[in-house]
Protein backbone atom coordinates (compact mmCIF):
# COMPACT_ATOMS: atom_id res chain seq x y z
CA UNK A 1 0.00 0.00 0.00
CA UNK A 2 2.80 2.35 1.40
CA UNK A 3 4.77 1.62 -1.95
CA UNK A 4 2.09 2.68 -4.46
CA UNK A 5 0.95 5.56 -2.77
CA UNK A 6 4.87 6.84 -2.64
CA UNK A 7 5.18 6.04 -6.84
CA UNK A 8 1.94 8.18 -7.04
CA UNK A 9 3.23 11.51 -5.26
CA UNK A 10 6.68 11.19 -6.23
CA UNK A 11 5.64 13.03 -9.57
CA UNK A 12 5.20 16.14 -8.17
CA UNK A 13 8.61 16.11 -5.81
CA UNK A 14 10.15 15.18 -2.75
CA UNK A 15 8.75 17.41 0.06
CA UNK A 16 5.34 15.57 -1.14
CA UNK A 17 6.70 12.17 -0.65
CA UNK A 18 8.35 12.91 2.37
CA UNK A 19 4.97 14.21 3.59
CA UNK A 20 3.36 10.98 2.47
CA UNK A 21 5.85 9.06 4.39
CA UNK A 22 5.10 10.89 7.39
CA UNK A 23 1.40 9.93 6.97
CA UNK A 24 -0.49 8.50 9.43
CA UNK A 25 -3.37 7.09 7.77
CA UNK A 26 -4.36 3.79 9.61
CA UNK A 27 -5.23 5.17 12.83
CA UNK A 28 -4.51 2.01 14.31
CA UNK A 29 -3.49 3.69 17.70
CA UNK A 30 -6.55 5.44 18.17
CA UNK A 31 -5.97 8.57 16.79
CA UNK A 32 -7.95 10.86 14.22
CA UNK A 33 -6.96 10.56 11.13
CA UNK A 34 -5.64 13.69 9.92
CA UNK A 35 -3.80 13.02 6.56
CA UNK A 36 -6.19 13.36 3.74
CA UNK A 37 -4.65 12.52 0.20
CA UNK A 38 -6.07 14.37 -3.04
CA UNK A 39 -5.39 13.15 -6.67
CA UNK A 40 -5.16 14.94 -9.25
CA UNK A 41 -3.12 15.77 -12.44
CA UNK A 42 -2.99 19.06 -11.56
CA UNK A 43 1.02 19.44 -11.25
CA UNK A 44 1.97 22.52 -12.70
CA UNK A 45 0.92 26.20 -14.11
CA UNK A 46 -2.51 27.33 -13.87
CA UNK A 47 -3.94 23.98 -12.94
CA UNK A 48 -1.58 23.83 -9.85
CA UNK A 49 -2.89 27.34 -9.02
CA UNK A 50 -6.38 26.18 -8.97
CA UNK A 51 -5.47 23.05 -6.91
CA UNK A 52 -3.84 25.86 -4.22
CA UNK A 53 -6.47 27.80 -4.46
CA UNK A 54 -8.59 25.00 -2.90
CA UNK A 55 -6.37 23.80 -0.92
CA UNK A 56 -6.19 27.16 0.87
CA UNK A 57 -9.88 27.18 1.30
CA UNK A 58 -9.63 23.50 2.56
CA UNK A 59 -7.20 25.03 4.95
CA UNK A 60 -9.69 27.32 6.12
CA UNK A 61 -12.75 24.98 6.46
CA UNK A 62 -10.30 21.96 7.55
CA UNK A 63 -7.95 23.27 10.05
CA UNK A 64 -8.12 19.61 11.56
CA UNK A 65 -6.83 17.81 8.19
CA UNK A 66 -3.56 17.90 6.30
CA UNK A 67 -3.98 18.23 2.57
CA UNK A 68 -1.50 15.75 0.77
CA UNK A 69 -0.83 15.89 -2.64
CA UNK A 70 -1.16 13.02 -4.95
CA UNK A 71 -0.33 14.73 -8.72
CA UNK A 72 0.54 13.09 -11.13
CA UNK A 73 1.52 15.27 -13.98
CA UNK A 74 0.41 14.74 -17.59
CA UNK A 75 -2.44 16.78 -19.64
CA UNK A 76 -5.92 14.91 -19.13
CA UNK A 77 -4.81 12.58 -16.39
CA UNK A 78 -3.00 10.59 -19.48
CA UNK A 79 -0.50 9.13 -16.50
CA UNK A 80 -2.75 9.67 -13.46
CA UNK A 81 -5.43 7.59 -14.58
CA UNK A 82 -3.08 4.53 -14.84
CA UNK A 83 -1.40 5.43 -11.88
CA UNK A 84 -5.79 5.51 -10.49
CA UNK A 85 -6.72 2.52 -11.98
CA UNK A 86 -3.85 0.54 -10.21
CA UNK A 87 -4.23 1.62 -7.04
CA UNK A 88 -8.35 1.26 -7.17
CA UNK A 89 -7.43 -2.51 -8.44
CA UNK A 90 -5.24 -2.97 -5.40
CA UNK A 91 -7.69 -1.72 -3.32
CA UNK A 92 -5.18 1.11 -2.35
CA UNK A 93 -7.44 4.75 -3.15
CA UNK A 94 -6.46 7.83 -2.28
CA UNK A 95 -8.68 9.51 0.03
CA UNK A 96 -10.62 11.56 -3.01
CA UNK A 97 -9.68 11.27 -6.69
CA UNK A 98 -10.54 13.64 -9.43
CA UNK A 99 -13.05 12.65 -11.94
CA UNK A 100 -15.11 14.04 -14.79
CA UNK A 101 -18.88 14.40 -14.48
CA UNK A 102 -21.21 12.30 -17.11
CA UNK A 103 -19.91 8.64 -18.96
CA UNK A 104 -16.27 8.21 -16.94
CA UNK A 105 -17.74 8.86 -13.34
CA UNK A 106 -20.36 6.38 -14.27
CA UNK A 107 -17.36 3.83 -14.66
CA UNK A 108 -15.99 4.66 -11.69
CA UNK A 109 -19.95 4.22 -10.14
CA UNK A 110 -20.44 1.09 -11.80
CA UNK A 111 -17.11 -0.71 -10.78
CA UNK A 112 -18.53 -0.16 -7.28
CA UNK A 113 -15.32 1.95 -6.80
CA UNK A 114 -17.40 4.86 -4.95
CA UNK A 115 -19.99 5.76 -2.23
CA UNK A 116 -23.12 7.59 -2.64
CA UNK A 117 -23.03 11.48 -1.66
CA UNK A 118 -26.91 11.85 -1.31
CA UNK A 119 -26.65 12.25 2.12
CA UNK A 120 -23.71 14.81 2.01
CA UNK A 121 -25.98 16.71 -0.61
CA UNK A 122 -28.85 17.36 1.95
CA UNK A 123 -26.79 18.03 5.09
CA UNK A 124 -24.38 20.55 2.98
CA UNK A 125 -27.20 22.18 1.42
CA UNK A 126 -25.73 21.35 -2.16
CA UNK A 127 -29.26 19.86 -3.97
CA UNK A 128 -30.24 23.15 -5.00
CA UNK A 129 -26.43 24.56 -5.57
CA UNK A 130 -25.97 23.31 -9.10
CA UNK A 131 -27.76 23.35 -12.28
CA UNK A 132 -30.35 20.08 -12.47
CA UNK A 133 -28.04 18.99 -16.11
CA UNK A 134 -25.40 18.53 -14.33
CA UNK A 135 -26.61 16.84 -11.56
CA UNK A 136 -28.07 14.18 -13.72
CA UNK A 137 -24.42 13.53 -14.59
CA UNK A 138 -23.52 12.99 -11.58
CA UNK A 139 -25.97 10.52 -10.63
CA UNK A 140 -26.93 6.87 -11.56
CA UNK A 141 -30.37 5.43 -10.09
CA UNK A 142 -31.37 8.27 -8.22
CA UNK A 143 -28.51 8.59 -6.21
CA UNK A 144 -25.51 11.23 -6.49
CA UNK A 145 -22.07 10.16 -6.58
CA UNK A 146 -19.78 13.30 -6.75
CA UNK A 147 -19.37 16.68 -6.08
CA UNK A 148 -18.36 18.98 -8.92
CA UNK A 149 -15.76 21.96 -8.55
CA UNK A 150 -16.39 23.46 -12.18
CA UNK A 151 -17.36 23.84 -15.41
CA UNK A 152 -14.80 23.92 -18.61
CA UNK A 153 -15.02 24.92 -21.94
CA UNK A 154 -13.86 22.39 -24.75
CA UNK A 155 -14.30 23.81 -27.97
CA UNK A 156 -11.92 26.97 -27.65
CA UNK A 157 -9.42 28.04 -30.14
CA UNK A 158 -6.64 30.37 -29.12
CA UNK A 159 -4.13 32.71 -30.78
CA UNK A 160 -1.26 34.46 -30.38
CA UNK A 161 -2.71 38.24 -31.27
CA UNK A 162 0.55 39.44 -32.17
CA UNK A 163 1.21 36.52 -34.69
CA UNK A 164 -2.13 36.79 -36.08
CA UNK A 165 -1.89 40.09 -36.49
CA UNK A 166 1.44 40.32 -38.84
CA UNK A 167 -0.52 37.57 -41.18
CA UNK A 168 -2.79 40.60 -41.37
CA UNK A 169 -5.92 38.23 -39.80
CA UNK A 170 -8.01 40.96 -38.03
CA UNK A 171 -10.72 39.31 -36.77
CA UNK A 172 -10.95 35.08 -35.69
CA UNK A 173 -12.74 32.67 -38.52
CA UNK A 174 -16.42 31.94 -37.69
CA UNK A 175 -16.56 28.96 -40.40
CA UNK A 176 -14.22 26.38 -41.09
CA UNK A 177 -13.45 27.77 -44.77
CA UNK A 178 -12.60 30.96 -43.19
CA UNK A 179 -10.22 29.49 -41.10
CA UNK A 180 -8.59 27.46 -43.50
CA UNK A 181 -7.84 30.74 -45.30
CA UNK A 182 -6.13 32.13 -42.26
CA UNK A 183 -4.21 29.15 -41.57
CA UNK A 184 -3.11 29.38 -45.20
CA UNK A 185 -2.20 33.06 -44.55
CA UNK A 186 0.04 31.80 -41.19
CA UNK A 187 1.44 29.14 -42.79
CA UNK A 188 2.84 31.87 -45.97
CA UNK A 189 4.74 33.72 -42.75
CA UNK A 190 6.64 30.89 -41.97
CA UNK A 191 4.87 29.83 -38.61
CA UNK A 192 3.23 27.07 -37.67
CA UNK A 193 -0.41 28.01 -38.49
CA UNK A 194 -1.85 25.31 -35.43
CA UNK A 195 -0.22 24.24 -32.96
CA UNK A 196 -1.26 20.45 -31.61
CA UNK A 197 -0.41 17.71 -29.58
CA UNK A 198 -0.64 13.97 -28.97
CA UNK A 199 -3.94 12.05 -28.88
CA UNK A 200 -6.09 13.51 -26.67
CA UNK A 201 -5.51 16.70 -27.91
CA UNK A 202 -6.44 15.31 -31.34
CA UNK A 203 -9.48 14.09 -30.36
CA UNK A 204 -10.52 17.25 -28.93
CA UNK A 205 -9.84 18.83 -32.50
CA UNK A 206 -11.72 16.46 -34.40
CA UNK A 207 -14.45 16.79 -31.71
CA UNK A 208 -14.69 20.38 -32.84
CA UNK A 209 -14.29 19.82 -36.50
CA UNK A 210 -17.20 17.44 -35.72
CA UNK A 211 -19.04 20.15 -34.24
CA UNK A 212 -18.75 22.09 -37.12
CA UNK A 213 -19.76 19.52 -39.56
CA UNK A 214 -22.78 18.10 -38.09
CA UNK A 215 -23.92 20.46 -35.84
CA UNK A 216 -24.76 20.33 -31.83
CA UNK A 217 -27.53 17.94 -32.20
CA UNK A 218 -26.09 14.97 -34.60
CA UNK A 219 -22.59 15.82 -32.46
CA UNK A 220 -24.60 14.76 -29.46
CA UNK A 221 -25.65 11.63 -31.35
CA UNK A 222 -22.60 9.98 -31.33
CA UNK A 223 -22.33 9.76 -28.16
CA UNK A 224 -26.06 8.37 -27.23
CA UNK A 225 -26.20 6.02 -30.19
CA UNK A 226 -28.64 8.09 -32.44
CA UNK A 227 -26.02 9.16 -35.21
CA UNK A 228 -24.15 6.81 -37.06
CA UNK A 229 -19.79 6.82 -37.31
CA UNK A 230 -20.46 5.77 -40.97
CA UNK A 231 -22.59 8.30 -42.40
CA UNK A 232 -21.51 11.13 -45.03
CA UNK A 233 -21.00 13.98 -42.72
CA UNK A 234 -18.12 12.07 -40.46
CA UNK A 235 -16.59 11.19 -43.83
CA UNK A 236 -16.36 14.86 -44.20
CA UNK A 237 -15.10 15.75 -40.76
CA UNK A 238 -12.48 13.32 -41.73
CA UNK A 239 -11.59 14.81 -44.82
CA UNK A 240 -11.54 18.65 -42.78
CA UNK A 241 -9.41 17.31 -39.94
CA UNK A 242 -7.00 15.68 -42.19
CA UNK A 243 -6.79 19.07 -43.87
CA UNK A 244 -6.26 20.59 -40.39
CA UNK A 245 -3.55 17.98 -40.02
CA UNK A 246 -1.84 19.70 -42.80
CA UNK A 247 -1.39 22.95 -40.53
CA UNK A 248 -0.01 21.31 -37.59
CA UNK A 249 3.32 20.63 -36.04
CA UNK A 250 4.11 17.12 -37.52
CA UNK A 251 6.99 16.29 -36.39
CA UNK A 252 6.27 16.81 -32.69
CA UNK A 253 2.47 16.78 -32.29
CA UNK A 254 2.48 12.72 -31.39
CA UNK A 255 4.56 13.48 -28.28
CA UNK A 256 3.67 16.84 -27.29
CA UNK A 257 1.56 17.03 -24.06
CA UNK A 258 -0.92 20.36 -24.08
CA UNK A 259 1.74 22.61 -22.47
CA UNK A 260 4.24 22.06 -25.38
CA UNK A 261 1.81 22.89 -28.12
CA UNK A 262 0.65 26.06 -26.10
CA UNK A 263 4.66 26.91 -25.64
CA UNK A 264 4.92 27.40 -29.44
CA UNK A 265 2.05 29.67 -29.19
CA UNK A 266 3.48 31.69 -26.52
CA UNK A 267 7.03 31.89 -28.20
CA UNK A 268 5.83 32.91 -31.19
CA UNK A 269 5.83 30.06 -33.33
CA UNK A 270 2.35 29.28 -34.05
CA UNK A 271 -0.82 31.01 -34.52
CA UNK A 272 -3.31 28.69 -33.10
CA UNK A 273 -4.01 25.97 -31.03
CA UNK A 274 -7.60 24.32 -29.90
CA UNK A 275 -7.69 23.91 -26.11
CA UNK A 276 -9.63 23.61 -23.35
CA UNK A 277 -10.00 26.93 -20.99
CA UNK A 278 -7.51 25.74 -18.54
CA UNK A 279 -5.43 27.44 -21.21
CA UNK A 280 -6.67 30.96 -20.01
CA UNK A 281 -5.25 30.20 -16.69
CA UNK A 282 -1.98 28.49 -17.58
CA UNK A 283 -1.63 31.77 -19.93
CA UNK A 284 -2.18 33.59 -17.14
CA UNK A 285 -0.09 32.33 -14.50
CA UNK A 286 3.21 32.14 -17.17
CA UNK A 287 2.65 35.87 -17.26
CA UNK A 288 1.63 35.94 -21.23
CA UNK A 289 -1.03 38.08 -22.23
CA UNK A 290 -1.33 39.00 -25.82
CA UNK A 291 -4.02 36.06 -26.26
CA UNK A 292 -7.33 35.87 -28.30
CA UNK A 293 -9.69 33.45 -27.86
CA UNK A 294 -13.02 32.50 -29.88
CA UNK A 295 -15.23 29.49 -30.34
CA UNK A 296 -13.62 26.76 -32.44
CA UNK A 297 -14.30 27.90 -36.16
CA UNK A 298 -18.16 26.84 -37.40
CA UNK A 299 -19.27 25.74 -33.87
CA UNK A 300 -21.10 28.76 -33.52
CA UNK A 301 -23.45 29.06 -30.20
CA UNK A 302 -22.27 25.58 -29.15
CA UNK A 303 -20.47 25.38 -25.46
CA UNK A 304 -18.92 21.73 -25.46
CA UNK A 305 -18.60 20.78 -21.89
CA UNK A 306 -16.73 19.24 -19.08
CA UNK A 307 -16.43 19.18 -15.53
CA UNK A 308 -14.10 18.39 -12.91
CA UNK A 309 -15.32 16.66 -9.64
CA UNK A 310 -14.07 14.98 -6.22
CA UNK A 311 -15.36 11.73 -5.25
CA UNK A 312 -15.73 10.23 -1.96
CA UNK A 313 -13.97 6.15 -3.12
CA UNK A 314 -14.52 2.91 -1.11
CA UNK A 315 -12.18 2.13 1.42
CA UNK A 316 -10.73 5.76 1.50
CA UNK A 317 -8.51 5.92 4.46
CA UNK A 318 -9.85 9.16 6.11
CA UNK A 319 -13.47 9.19 5.61
CA UNK A 320 -14.44 12.31 7.42
CA UNK A 321 -11.25 14.30 6.40
CA UNK A 322 -12.18 13.21 2.45
CA UNK A 323 -16.10 14.88 3.27
CA UNK A 324 -14.67 17.82 4.98
CA UNK A 325 -12.65 18.49 1.50
CA UNK A 326 -15.61 17.60 -0.39
CA UNK A 327 -17.95 20.38 1.66
CA UNK A 328 -15.12 22.63 0.68
CA UNK A 329 -15.17 22.01 -3.43
CA UNK A 330 -19.07 22.28 -3.11
CA UNK A 331 -18.96 25.70 -1.24
CA UNK A 332 -18.76 29.21 -2.75
CA UNK A 333 -15.81 29.74 -0.97
CA UNK A 334 -13.94 26.85 -2.45
CA UNK A 335 -15.51 27.67 -5.85
CA UNK A 336 -14.72 30.93 -5.92
CA UNK A 337 -11.03 29.94 -4.76
CA UNK A 338 -10.79 27.03 -7.43
CA UNK A 339 -11.98 28.41 -10.56
CA UNK A 340 -10.57 32.07 -10.42
CA UNK A 341 -7.47 30.37 -10.63
CA UNK A 342 -8.61 27.10 -13.04
CA UNK A 343 -10.14 29.16 -16.50
CA UNK A 344 -13.44 27.68 -15.71
CA UNK A 345 -16.30 28.82 -14.25
CA UNK A 346 -18.10 27.92 -11.12
CA UNK A 347 -20.57 24.56 -11.15
CA UNK A 348 -22.53 26.48 -8.13
CA UNK A 349 -25.51 29.01 -9.75
CA UNK A 350 -24.54 32.11 -7.19
CA UNK A 351 -21.41 32.89 -8.23
CA UNK A 352 -20.64 36.43 -9.14
CA UNK A 353 -19.18 36.80 -12.41
CA UNK A 354 -17.53 39.91 -11.49
CA UNK A 355 -15.50 38.19 -9.04
CA UNK A 356 -13.82 36.35 -12.19
CA UNK A 357 -10.97 37.40 -14.35
CA UNK A 358 -12.15 38.63 -17.95
CA UNK A 359 -12.27 35.09 -19.76
CA UNK A 360 -14.53 33.50 -17.33
CA UNK A 361 -17.35 35.88 -17.44
CA UNK A 362 -17.37 35.47 -21.15
CA UNK A 363 -17.41 31.81 -20.20
CA UNK A 364 -20.81 32.14 -17.55
CA UNK A 365 -22.91 34.48 -19.96
CA UNK A 366 -22.17 31.34 -22.51
CA UNK A 367 -22.49 28.72 -20.53
CA UNK A 368 -25.85 30.42 -19.55
CA UNK A 369 -27.18 31.17 -23.73
CA UNK A 370 -26.02 28.49 -25.40
CA UNK A 371 -26.42 24.89 -26.30
CA UNK A 372 -24.79 22.60 -24.46
CA UNK A 373 -22.57 19.63 -25.88
CA UNK A 374 -20.09 17.00 -24.05
CA UNK A 375 -16.51 16.36 -24.15
CA UNK A 376 -15.37 12.99 -25.09
CA UNK A 377 -11.68 13.29 -24.48
CA UNK A 378 -13.23 15.06 -20.81
CA UNK A 379 -15.22 11.94 -20.11
CA UNK A 380 -18.67 13.80 -19.96
CA UNK A 381 -19.57 12.02 -23.43
CA UNK A 382 -17.82 8.74 -23.64
CA UNK A 383 -16.49 6.33 -20.81
CA UNK A 384 -12.88 5.52 -20.35
CA UNK A 385 -13.07 2.55 -22.43
CA UNK A 386 -14.56 4.44 -25.71
CA UNK A 387 -12.18 7.56 -25.17
CA UNK A 388 -9.18 4.68 -25.13
CA UNK A 389 -10.18 3.59 -28.33
CA UNK A 390 -10.99 7.18 -30.14
CA UNK A 391 -7.39 8.59 -28.75
CA UNK A 392 -5.90 5.07 -29.83
CA UNK A 393 -7.63 5.86 -33.61
CA UNK A 394 -6.14 9.53 -33.55
CA UNK A 395 -2.86 8.54 -32.98
CA UNK A 396 -2.59 6.05 -35.53
CA UNK A 397 -4.13 8.48 -37.99
CA UNK A 398 -1.57 10.95 -37.49
CA UNK A 399 0.75 8.65 -38.13
CA UNK A 400 -1.00 6.79 -41.59
CA UNK A 401 -3.62 9.13 -42.82
CA UNK A 402 -5.77 6.79 -43.57
CA UNK A 403 -9.21 8.06 -43.72
CA UNK A 404 -11.16 5.20 -44.40
CA UNK A 405 -8.43 2.82 -41.44
CA UNK A 406 -10.38 6.31 -38.79
CA UNK A 407 -13.94 6.15 -39.75
CA UNK A 408 -13.43 2.03 -39.95
CA UNK A 409 -12.25 2.30 -36.22
CA UNK A 410 -14.55 5.01 -35.13
CA UNK A 411 -17.81 2.70 -35.96
CA UNK A 412 -15.74 -0.31 -34.52
CA UNK A 413 -15.29 2.08 -30.92
CA UNK A 414 -19.25 2.78 -31.12
CA UNK A 415 -20.16 -0.69 -31.29
CA UNK A 416 -18.09 -1.83 -28.44
CA UNK A 417 -18.78 0.73 -26.07
CA UNK A 418 -21.44 3.14 -27.19
CA UNK A 419 -24.62 2.53 -24.60
C1 LIG B 1 -9.02 17.89 -18.22
C2 LIG B 1 -9.44 18.43 -16.88
C3 LIG B 1 -9.07 19.86 -16.77
C4 LIG B 1 -7.61 20.08 -17.14
C5 LIG B 1 -7.24 19.35 -18.42
C6 LIG B 1 -5.80 19.41 -18.83
O1 LIG B 1 -9.33 16.53 -18.34
O2 LIG B 1 -10.83 18.29 -16.75
O3 LIG B 1 -9.34 20.33 -15.46
O4 LIG B 1 -6.85 19.73 -16.08
O5 LIG B 1 -7.64 18.02 -18.36
O6 LIG B 1 -4.98 18.65 -18.02
Sequence with gaps: MRLSRRFAVAVVGVSALLATAACNSTGDDGTAVKDVEVFTWWADGGEKAGLDGLVSAFGTDCANFTFVNGAVAGGAGSNAKQVLASRLAQSDPPDTFQAHAGAELSDYINAGQIEDLSQEYKDW????????????????????????????????????????????????????????????????????????????????????????????????????????????DVTKAIADYQKLLGYTNKDTRDTFDWTDAEKLLMDGKAGYQLMGDWEAADLDAKGFTGYGYSAFPGNGATFQWLADSFVLPKGAANVEGTKCWLKTVGSAAGQKAFNTKKGSIPARTDAVPGDYPAYQQAAIADWKSQKQVPSCAHGAGCSQGYMGALNAAMGKFSSDGDAAALQTALVAAAGQFSK
Design 125 to 232: GLTNAFPQGLIDNLTVDGKIYSVPANIHRANVIWSNKSVTAAAGITQDATTLDGFFADLEKLKAKGVTPLALGKDWTQLMLFEAVLISDLGADKFTGLWNGSTPWDGA
